[in-house]
């Protein structure tokens, strides 16, 4: 993205674009997340930069820092072909961020991948806040660091399966029955 | 039955006019349904066969690709990514190692550009295949899918001699490609892909101006390209709206700079145009990849930087420092510079981007695959609702959202 868009976002808002810089290709602009609406309405509205298209919008956890949670919005132009992140800083203490649906429709499964994943709330949806992945009922956001890799929060309980019953068998002084006399690994109870 | 003895009225007035209340019909379009492709479950609101409201549920297929991707080292992300968009595994594969060489800041050789384009393109004549093929089924026309299947599994076939596997390929490696292409598969491959052409025409002479397909497609699952732009749609989807965005000519990548392609438009955004832009780019993936044959040089496959790639074996037998490279490589994983990327490629989906953040470790700190099915599937309400529920078949088939993207 040119860096005459990113000028005009600042001389736009100032103080507001807390910092702006280039990495690896990607123009990011950081804000905070009071004036997140504002900045995305503008880039949205706006005729110079036109980033009518959101293409993501996702959430990484760092742990060792305060704020935890960091949001990334990746929006689009088709018309003038440019790219831009925009980042936001959210606390772990008060996940709540306002909801950019209103202006992009695309954000609307990627918000819910957040709280989902992240348990980062979004206020003033134009639909409910439902989990994506998991289901209704589940406690807990997965992708968090905190959450183990195989998490288990006990809701499922998890049945001891001692053998499925496979029928008589094959027929007695056979080759398979003879076979079918010594167990394989797989079919030998699971030991918890 | 109205009580005739004690009617004044005219009787045929009262009876008519009587208003009569409907209520909505809810349906469970249920996870395991042959037309729903890759477990998903709709809630739809029915007046008569009319949807009011659709309701999609995901999350059967979710197998912790993000979490899994975080405890393991880079090279071991491979496979998970092959599972991702199941069809066209390659794409999937180098877009994800596109992302990996960015962050770290390498270059790969020419030669493997070539082979990363061709592979690229085979799978997205198959994903198509597969996109045409599944929805002519349920369309009803079971002989375009038999075509389709034939032609999908010759192009495997080839996958598989240069790969070593038919779908999730797991090829190619940070800094290149792992296997060179084999003897004598060019001549193959030019084969089959005039094989392929063949079955390809003889589903277009069934589908395209076949009078029962036109009424099922041409109209149905409306977009407006501000709507499609709205909703974050790319690819074939977006292209059918009149939009004109595809990666390989927006942010050329690879070699798309130096083969000659075209990228079909469509003009209404129904799901007559989705199916003619699919058909329209497998054409044009079969010339790009004959173009590159041309253009093809022999040469490396892989950088020769032993920070990122495995050292070859005599000298890992041999010498100390092989020894330790490939120790380190294999123990720690690749020491990706610490930094976030976002790196995007254009799948046969639409545009597939990977937002990756490394710590400079030898594992991911986040992995996240901006899968271009979400957005599709967040717009197929808006797709249709008010009209009629078989018009939902189409429409969801030609979106081509793949369970294993979607729900990563």
């Given at each position: 993205m040119s860096e005459a868009a990113v000028r005009r976002l600042q001389d736009r808002f100032g103080e507001k674009i807390l910092r702006a810089f280039s990495e690896h290709g990607n123009d990011v602009v950081v804000v905070a997340r009071e004036d997140l609406l504002e900045v995305a309405r503008f880039c949205h509205d706006d005729e110079e930069l036109d980033l009518k298209l959101p293409t993501t919008l996702t959430c990484v956890d760092y742990i060792d820092e305060k704020p935890r949670f960091e949001l990334v919005y990746v929006l689009y132009s088709v018309r003038k072909k440019h790219r831009l992140q925009i980042r936001v800083r959210v606390e772990e203490g008060d996940p709540e961020v306002p909801s950019l649906t209103p202006i992009y429709r695309g954000l609307d499964y990627w918000e819910r991948y957040c709280w989902d994943m992240y348990g980062i709330r979004f206020t003033g949806r134009t639909k409910p806040l439902k989990r994506l992945?998991?289901?209704?009922?589940?406690?807990?956001?997965?992708?968090?660091?905190?959450?183990?890799?195989?998490?288990?929060?006990?809701q499922i309980p998890e049945l001891d399966i001692k053998d499925i019953y496979r029928g008589p068998g094959p027929g007695p002084g056979s080759e398979p029955a003879r076979r079918a006399a010594t167990p394989r690994p797989s079919q030998l109870p699971i030991v918890k | 039955m109205p009580d005739t003895k004690n009617m004044t009225v005219d009787l045929q007035e009262d009876v008519l006019d009587v208003s009569l209340e409907t209520k909505s019909m809810r349906l469970n379009m249920g996870p395991s349904h042959p037309a729903s492709h890759g477990t998903v479950r709709f809630n739809i609101e029915l007046d008569g066969e009319v949807i009011r409201s659709l309701d999609v549920e995901i999350g059967?297929?979710?197998?912790?690709f993000e979490k899994s991707c975080e405890n393991s080292t880079w090279t071991q992300c491979l496979p998970y990514t092959d599972r991702l968009n199941y069809v066209s595994a390659m794409c999937n594969n180098f877009g994800f190692l596109t992302a990996v060489e960015k962050l770290a800041g390498i270059e790969i050789p020419e030669r493997a550009k070539y082979i990363r384009t061709i592979g690229a393109e085979l799978h997205r004549i198959c994903d198509h295949l597969t996109c045409v093929g599944a929805m002519a089924m349920e369309l009803g026309g079971f002989t375009p899918f038999l075509y389709a299947v034939e032609a999908r599994d010759m192009l495997w076939d080839r996958v598989a001699e240069l790969t070593g596997a038919r779908l999730t390929t797991t090829y190619g490696r940070i800094g290149g490609v792992n296997r060179d292409l084999p003897e004598g598969w060019v001549q193959k491959m030019k084969d089959t892909l005039a094989r392929v052409a063949e079955l390809r025409e003889d589903i277009n002479t069934l589908l395209t101006h076949n009078r029962i397909f036109l009424e099922r497609t041409?109209?149905?699952g409306k977009m407006s390209a501000e709507m499609a732009i709205n909703h974050g749609f790319t690819g074939p989807v977006l292209r059918a709206s009149g939009v004109d965005y595809d990666v390989r000519k927006a942010h050329p990548y690879w070699v798309y700079d130096r083969v000659e392609f075209e990228v079909p438009l469509g003009t209404e955004g129904d799901n007559y145009d989705r199916y003619a832009v699919r058909m329209e780019e497998m054409r044009q993936s079969e010339r790009i990849i004959l173009q590159c044959f041309e253009q093809m040089e022999p040469g490396p496959i892989l950088i020769d930087d032993w920070r990122y790639v495995l050292p070859p074996k005599n000298e890992v037998y041999s010498t100390i420092e092989g020894v330790i490279g490939h120790f380190k490589h294999v123990m720690e994983g690749i020491k990706i510079p610490a930094g976030t990327v976002y790196s995007y490629t254009e799948s046969p989906n639409g545009e597939l981007g990977w937002y990756l953040v490394s710590d400079?470790?030898?594992?991911?700190?986040k992995v996240h695959c901006r899968a271009p099915g979400i957005q599709l599937l967040g717009g197929l309400e808006d797709m249709v609702v008010g009209s009629l529920l078989p018009d939902l078949i189409p429409t969801f088939d030609l979106i081509n959202m793949i369970g294993g993207e979607v729900e990563q």
């Open positions: 992945w998991m289901w209704e009922g589940f406690d807990g956001h997965p992708l968090r660091k905190d959450f183990p890799l195989r998490g288990r929060t006990g | 059967f297929l979710h197998r912790g041409k109209g149905t400079g470790s030898g594992r991911p700190y």
